[in-house]
């Protein structure tokens, strides 16, 4: 029995990616940038194991065994032949896998855990079957398989800040993740992860791409026209450190991918009031600093994932709890030291009347918000040592009642991510 | 003493105006289409005294004076001059003016008083200098000098379907509107005007309009690329009477106006979360009616307004009604009979299992909706007779003392209104 053991973070698309240029290949219709999120706060661990003994190929998600979708057969099988074709057919690439992966974060929070998820299982298969960058076919193979099982998972595979290019190419290929800046550029920023409510659920992202580039004449036009242009923006906001440029490009592009899901037939909404409230709190919080301090992102759901720089962490963690607040004590996951409570001169200064005369009232919802996750700027996919093995030693594989195990060692780890979590 | 009166309704665009091109000219980015609505339900009602006896020139406005605007001055001043022009300056067109106005439905509910407003009182003013269509020194004029009071106007000059072409004209003296087929083409249209209620204040929609074409890229590909195809496709709809085209359009555009308030910097949301179930009710109701049987539209804020046909008027009212209730008995003011209770069957199909399996949570929210108005399509401007004047005869207009006068018999101008309307 062989054991491979990966990590991989989170990332937050900063230019978006909406729509699939070629549903087959998992192509976007345009580029994308995103920040790589720390693992201390969100992580997937993903073990691989294979040996002669076992029949079939099955996967565990938080210690549930799921059924082998379409996308993580083709994921297993471009590394499967990608595998035989480097090391032969006789290796270990012929075997059957058992995987079992686990989230350090709620899964159904709409916490992007499919990027997560594909760039760990992809990572964990290539330290299975020994591949790394030197075996690498073409340029950003390991990337375009990733891309395959979940478009965003190609960004995850690197720290930093990532740009996923749309390629050109007709297989496919080059529709791969390249990084712009390490996650040691720029050490200073933060992202605040808000976890909002949602009574509702929402469309799937696969879905909503599919219905927004069928129906909506404005994604048409962002992809082909707007998008080359704000990447280029974005890079060189990220190069330089830029704050300003960053924030305010971000801000601007989430809106208009949202904008784009509204002029979809029927429209998609993934914005609610709360998130609206918080884009408010955040132009409110610049207006009365004068300059871009935060900026607001949303993916395909209502959380917000704030952007800010170190110095100003404990003003939005603190407004953000003071506007949404719950009525147990809420969950902060945090690696930088917050107090909950914003001092009364930022408060003032939020609520001071602006130069038209119009008072601004800090929104109250309770309840709204569930939790918050602080974090920096973090690195890509690693290998984990074989003590980290989200499965057992080799004695305990007895195909017939894996499961079991696997759910008992999977239920385990999670328990110790959290207690490592809430520690800091 | 001379007194002229006139009425004039209200209109719902259908193909949406969001942007001026000529900030004093007030003309638009593009064209767009309305629906006139019927005046039993929403109207407004507009004198024009004047006689040597009066010192200044002041307005009233449901009972209360208001300060004459620039809008308003501009209006009165265009339409001065051209009385001038045409009676020459010894007439009445050189006296001042008391002008008293009044609407049938609350003004503070978005229910886009000033564009029946303005339309109103150049009608007034028409008919107080006794300038006709036949005067006009150029065509459209009545129409464009509306529509430098408040764009919208001009489309509620006419009954019936009424396009507002941009225009080419640097002096924008061909922007202007026309009809595209009167109130009497479509006897079978109605409108269920769904009135929302909405905790905050929206951004005005001049400084909306601003900021929005100022910032968003999305706006201005609207206007120039996609809107003029839409004018046709819904010119079209209209004059065969195509429910199907007339209503997916109108959802659609609908929708792509409120995508570019997204786009916008900071970002403008007029929809809120009960205008976002509703466009989700109405989506449901189509797909279980398998066509188009209602269509959605909102305006700078979250009332929704409902094209219907007459045949599923009853339909529509009573599922609006059942999902979102009132406390309180909701007034519902219709020209058709509507039992506010859904049949057994409709809530079944409604909330029938889709062909993906998927169950239909019909939404509901407790007062949300305030109250509805049932309309049909309506006419235009029309002139009063004297004893529907809304100031009283010439004996008692004391300079010093008028405001009492016009603010009693406003008050019991309106009060007569609304009793008309609650009988019907």
Redesign the interface.
Known sequence: MKVATCAAPTNIAVIKYWGKDDVALNTPLNSSVSVTLHQDQLRTTTSVAGGRELQTTRLWLNGQEQPINKRVAIVLREMKQWAIRVRGSDSDATQHLHIVSTNSFPTAAGLASSAAGYACLVAALAEFYGLSKADEEYPGQLSAIARQGSGSACRSLDGGFVAWQKGEQPDGRDSSAVQVADELHWPGLCAVVCVVNDAQKDTSSTTGMQTTKA?S??LA??AK??VPERMKIMEKAILERDFQAFG?LT??DS??F???C??????I?YL??VS?QI??LV?RYNEQAGRVQAAYTFDAGPNAVLFVEEQHVQEVVSLVHHCFPTSHKMTIKSSIAVDRTPSAALLAKMEAKAENGKAFNLPHIPDSVKMMYVSRVGGGTCVLPADEALVDAPSFWLPEEPALRYLATAVAAAAVTSAVLLRK
């Open positions: 129906t004449p404005l036009y962002r026209h707007l305010a801000m601007q809106n208009q949202h904008a784009t509204l002029d979809t037939t029927p429209p909404f609610n009031d609206r884009i408010r132009h």
